[in-house]
């Protein structure tokens, strides 16, 4: 089980696309994502559903129409760890790729 | 808008596969659903997002791993419709295909 | 059942995103595309199966790790209609979207 | 790179559902599969694209409404080895749960 990340680790997570929200607890960040319909929000999440079980590390999402929430955290780990990196690596690129999330 | 359920009609939305439990207040239903594996859960939601924007009519859910939990409830209405129960009859059948949810 | 297409308008779909190849029979349309990943390619594929279930017409495809080929026809009208042209500008807008076939 | 397999075990590949047919120079095995409707057919496919990702072993498939083509081989080997094993196992077990390729 990989330790839990160093606090500059987490504050680089943190700012990563597409912008993360630290919890209070400090164990998961969370983003919230709005696509311009289901479909793309659909072909988003397929992208994401195969890195994700290629890195056997899933996010806890949902979805509602165009909207997708992502919470990552290693529960194994009670916290935050380079899995929760390596799936937020994915995440930047497949929303960079598609041109959201520029700042 | 189609008219919200005739209270017979969300009882038996209630009593259908999977199990759907009533909100407090009526106007929604939901059901969690364990899958043999993150795939085969992907597959499921894989067909029914199909099915839901066919319908034009989305459910709320999210899913953990193996775990799928889904709302449904049609906010125009304010409760519970013939499209709730038309999304309703799709998952079933998704479902009842794979063998899940018999009792 | 529609019409099939005159002249102008299949010009116009063969000249449209992502650069659609008109069969010898003039019966069909054909892309082949190349993505950066298997996960990018099925990303796009399950937004546009989508799309495609969603307006009734699907798309003839086959895929082989991160490329796609598609072709799109009418069979009912042993041509190509305005379903197809309603298809292509579902897949142009994906491959837009995510910055392909940029010319 | 895996070696190719022994006659014996091509011939245990061939019977196992959903029922290949090796290819005449016994490099590949193709099945072609029918579903209920497209969604259904789409659900297989995501379950596989998973699994195919995973595996790091990609089929050559093919998909018009709710058909299916599926072609298993290992380009790198110039033939059939445990690759095509491993994931024919997995579309074995997809067919098997929604019931489809009893014999």
Do not use: C
Request: hydrophobic share 40%; charged share 25%; glycine share 6%.
């Amino acid at each position: 089980m990989p330790d839990t990340l160093d606090p500059s680790d987490v504050e680089q997570l943190v700012r990563s696309r597409p912008g993360w929200s630290l919890s209070d607890d400090g164990r998961s960040v969370s983003a919230e994502l709005t696509f311009s319909s289901f479909a793309d929000a659909w072909g988003f999440m397929s992208e994401i559903a195969i890195e994700a079980d290629k890195l056997d590390h899933h996010p806890e999402w949902s979805n509602v129409y165009n909207r997708v929430a992502i919470t990552l955290t290693t529960h194994d780990a009670s916290g935050l760890t380079v899995r929760d990196v390596a799936l937020a690596k994915r995440i930047a690129s497949a929303l960079a790729r598609r041109g959201y999330g520029e700042e």
